[in-house]
DNA sequence: TCATGTGAACCGGTTCACAGCC
DNA sequence: GGCTGTGAACCGGTTCACATGA
């Protein structure tokens, strides 16, 4: 398969969202176009994001919505051998957690950590939360493909040196530090603070907006 | 001023963070290759990012850090009448008000929101939490400029109309949704489980890291 | 000599436009 | 006729390369 753009693959879950309710209402075949207007793309967009996957429709009649659910699966959906794992588990980490259990129950966590002593041994999601310090013990046996970082900032960087060593493939990151990793890792950041600047500079300028759907 | 693409305005929130940790360590000016390497950008970035600002260095002496703060401050920071309001006050919304609280206490938060009479009348960061019922009584005084929604998905839709009647500028989103807004409300959406799925492609597919710094 | 400022080239993602097919 | 599939054009952001100036 060719390489797919990561903006190709942020489009996948939001396609894949709107199928499934096209699929829950029975409806079988999707028309570009009819796609591209529920996620506000173009059908030029829908069509070209189609093709980066590999997925074929007919002229007649669109495409298959259950066929599509299911290739986008096989793009983003764990494998069996795919869980997370999460580092910090303060407010931010405890809606995380059960935001994932609660909606996303196929992407399943492996384990959480923190490293206050009060929060140690509690539930969230279905995550008992662990002692930080035995981070790299518990992640030997299945080491997780992804982390998912929300601890304070001045402790980021030293976590995720951990984590990389421990063989964690794919980080995403909500302190707001830039985290120095090597090539081989995958890195997401998530800025809160600098979206909210970057929405009130907009807000400010002149109010014009991000697509919708 | 010509416009400023979104992608600089990101950039922007990065220079000032090592820009002020250079100013609090004494160096009164930075040649664009340093401050590239401390973002994890190249030089021709970093000098066509200030060109596009309106920035100007010397070739002597590269660009003044005082300065370029404060230029960067005057496109970032909230006006004196320019504040936030937050909908939405579970784990999510702690989290953000306590960091904005603790961390931005330049970013004023006008007012916070919710719907459940647990929640309402607790104080997060410095926000006695109000009754959602009761958000156009509160904002019509003092519109806040950018309005951080924090609920669960089945409202978001329609208490972001709510805050677009109310005359909010812009959104910063946080339900797996999108929103339907005017063009002249600028929206920004933070879907955390798609960040997650695309962590995950890329670090399976062969992990090859974003930017550093 | 070395850094800035900037036109020009480049690049990857998006849109156009049309050939091919049901 | 209307839709898909796709080469080609387009566009905006990034990088190159060099003229200019201390």
Redesign the interface.
Known sequence: MTR?P?AV??RL??YR?HLRILAASGQRRVFSHELGQL??ATSSQVRRDLMTIGFSGSPARGYDVDNLIEDIGA??D??PD?S?TQVGV???G???L???HR??PD?VFHSAFDSDPNVIGQVFGNCRVQDVARLEQVLADATP??A?LAVPRKHAQEVADRLVQAGV????NFA??????????????????????????????F???????
Do not use: C
């Open positions: 797919i990561a693959i942020e879950t939001r969202r996620i506000g793009i983003l764990p494998g795919e997370f303060g407010h931010l405890r809606a995380i059960e935001y994932f909606r996303r992407m493909m992804v998912i493939r794919g980080i995403l707001p530090l830039r985290l120095r990793t090597p090539d081989s890792v995958y890195v997401e950041h998530v800025d809160i603070a600098a979206s909210a600047e970057k929405v009130l500079f907009f807000a400010r300028q109010g014009r907006s991000s697509e919708p759907s």
